[in-house]
């Protein structure tokens, strides 16, 4: 069986309100490039499919036209939708008739009871056990196990290789990018890769947008486009062939151009507001890029430092999106970083279980387990309300 492997393509993202519509849809293009390339069997897409529960009206439409041209070049190909963390669980699932009826199963739910709602069998190729994002506190223990033991006897021959799909953070990944600590990753609580059974002969992960391998069958494909200046990593989707039953997977890493670079300037680090302006000129009129500049809050900076940056770039197609005043850390009398003298960026870069466990250290409390465990229900109870809107 022959599949690609993507996630985490966030259709709808805004950059500091700067739309990506056209960067969505070149990225999409290329992906379905690579589809049609590969001849594979399936399209697996583990989750976060929209950058927010409620996409808009243009997100959806371009969503829904890249799957139907997708299945009109590869007519023979499964495509596999999960939903992630930043999907809507009841809306990826709203209109289910319509995408059965061209052969894209959209599974935004899981169910404890129907095993075989999260399970599509491939005649001929394999069996797909596709988890959507659920925190796993909300799972039973032995689901996985169960899920896996079910996708087996599902399968036309023991040859037959079994996917799992599953949208969430492993603890102890490559967590580039994210807001991260030892509890949440990208606003998610990782989940431990034993938890997730065995059995399976490919692990297709998404949540994690830096491409990396966690074992011999476990894998995340990365986003195909960076979600942020702290991505400055390559992009990839892959393309993974699975000869059957107990096979290695072997896999094919496939780059992803991103259309607009994300660019922080000055490159080398922090540098004088004169630092940073020169950096701009520095960079050529005909490029195109979204910049973010690092300047040492030294009392240089102007109060209108961003309109006078977005002013050198008029008539060209760089986009100042933020300013990051960078400060010498700041600590208390125990060493620890002060929130009370952070700026706003990077309060932003900090996983809120941080801030929550600084604020208890500020107000003489310990942040221990118990509290760890009873702030990540519930973060993971506003969540579930939110997707479930």
Known sequence: ????????WHIGHRLYDFDRTDESAAMLDSIIGHVESAHADALLVSGDVFDTPQPSAQAQKLFASKMMELRGRCPGLRIIVTAGNHDSATRHEAVNPLWDAVGIDMIGT?????????????????????????????????????????????????????????????????????????????????AVLADLGEGYDYLALGHIHKEQTLSSKARYCGSPLPMGFDENFEHFISVVEIDGAGAAPAVERCRIETPVPLVTLPSAGPGSWDDAI????????????YIRLQVTDDGSIPPDARSRAAALCEGTQLRICTIKAVRPEVRGNDGEEDLGTMDFDRIRTIAPSEIARMYAASEGREFDAELAGMFALAAANVESENRQR
Do not use: Q, W
């Not at 020169?278 to 890029?289: D, E, F, K, R, T």
């Open 278 to 289: 020169a950096a701009i000129g520095a960079i050529g009129p005909l490029s195109s890029a």
């Open 1 to 8: 069986m022959r599949i690609v492997h993507t996630s985490d």
């Open 110 to 190: 899981v169910s404890t009871d129907d095993l075989r709602h999260n399970i599509v069998v491939i005649p001929g190729k394999g069996v797909i056990a596709a988890v959507p994002y659920v925190n796993p506190r909300f799972l039973p223990d032995d689901y996985f196990r169960r899920l896996i033991g079910e996708a087996v006897s599902m399968k036309e021959s023991d040859t037959m290789p079994l996917v799992l799909m599953a949208h969430l953070p492993v603890a102890g990944c490559d967590s580039t990018g994210h807001e991260a600590d030892d509890v949440i990753i990208g606003g998610v609580e990782a």
